[in-house]
């Protein structure tokens, strides 16, 4: 009798459990947000701004990111603190953008890159024009 009850008694149990109709809650997705560089009466001002589409903040978003028609900064190494790109032709940057426009990348993608977690120098590797320097910045490089 005891084994007859029991079999009733575990098939309610188990349609009890795990019959939920509702719908799982629904989280909404992470927005990330870069920095932006503006030029405002000629004096840099950094903005963040929400990028569609990046998920994540690394090394190779931010490159990807930084990336233009022109030039592209190119991943070397990571070492402690520092974080080393090299931009293979960087005529359009040392050259071309003029000095206001060159100041203006590279404090995007010095404020960006050190949004990595652990990254505050960011060591940049290019020939050096009028209008860009090669060497190691920070954030406080663009202050003025």
Request: glycine share 6%; proline share 5%.
């Amino acid at each position: 009798m005891k084994k007859m009850l029991c079999l009733p008694v575990f098939i309610l149990f188990l349609s009890a459990c795990g019959n939920n109709d509702t719908e799982p809650e629904v989280l909404p997705a992470t927005e990330i947000s870069l920095w932006k560089a503006n030029l405002d009466s000629g004096l840099l001002r950094m903005e963040k701004q929400v990028v569609p589409g990046l998920d994540t903040i690394t090394t190779e978003s931010i490159v990807s990111y930084m990336s233009g028609v022109n030039f592209k900064p190119e991943y070397v190494k990571t070492s402690g603190d520092t974080l080393y790109l090299r931009i293979a032709d960087a005529t359009y940057l040392t050259q071309q953008m003029g000095s206001s426009g060159a100041e203006a990348w590279l404090a995007e993608l010095v404020y960006n890159c050190t949004e990595i977690p652990g990254i505050r120098f960011v060591n940049l590797d290019f020939e050096e024009g009028d209008h860009a320097q090669p060497g190691t910045y920070r954030r406080e490089s663009f202050i003025k």
